[in-house]
């Protein structure tokens, strides 16, 4: 990936994203605001300057905004462990029973806090034996993000470690920007990635 003097200069600590049409910068945007824009392509900027170049999600949801791309739809999942806010390991070889939803986000992401009532539908429609959704929370201030999950009520499981976009799953699954979620399969295999809907499950699950 480039690396960018600018994309430093310009994200101040966080991520920012510069959107171009037609091969012409026309706006430079904070990468929260990015999810779901109709551009023709952007560079997300990391912390360090580091660019990845981004396309608009496909209709089939294998990839969105905040993709690499690297891990594609049908490739296996990145192992991974980990604890939740009430203290519950989960690890991917565990949950092999069962799909997986991951659904990365945090409190201080608009576009994750407006797509959370569809990750509620999901656990809510398909949240069984067989299924299981976790919140993988990339926030690093752990009272505010008890406090949110208690105000409103999650009815998932939450995962935090409090390193932010540098914590072991956000960096094993290649995550540039949020909401962002994966979908896998028992077999332990990506079937889907991006902004995933009830819509998008329920297709993917017969």
């Avoid at 509620?120 to 034996?129: A, C, L, N, T, V």
Wanted: charged share 30%; with cysteine.
């Amino acid at each position: 990936m480039p690396n960018d003097p600018e994309g430093k200069r310009l994200n101040r600590g966080g991520p920012v994203t510069i959107l171009y049409e037609n091969g012409k910068e026309v706006e430079k945007i904070p990468f929260e605001q990015a999810s779901g824009l109709d551009h023709e392509i952007a560079i997300h900027f990391d912390r360090n300057g580091r660019g990845a170049k981004l396309r608009p999600s496909p209709p089939d949801g294998t990839h969105g905004w905040g993709c690499n791309l690297a891990i594609k739809r049908g490739d296996p999942a990145p192992d991974f462990e980990a604890k939740t806010l009430d203290g519950k390991t989960v690890s991917l070889k565990g949950e092999r029973e069962k799909m997986l939803y991951l659904e990365f986000w945090s409190t201080g992401c608009g576009p994750c806090l407006g797509h959370l009532p569809k990750v509620r539908e999901i656990h809510e429609k398909y949240g069984s034996q067989d299924f299981r959704v976790i919140g993988v929370s990339l926030d690093k201030d752990l009272k505010r993000l008890t406090r949110f999950v208690r105000e409103k009520q999650l009815p998932f499981d939450v995962k935090f470690d409090g390193n932010g976009w540098d914590g072991p799953l956000a960096t094993k699954y290649e995550i540039a920007g949020i909401p962002h979620a994966y979908l896998i399969n028992r077999d332990g295999r990506v079937a889907a990635r991006g902004q995933l809907e009830p819509k998008d499950i329920e297709a993917l699950r017969r």
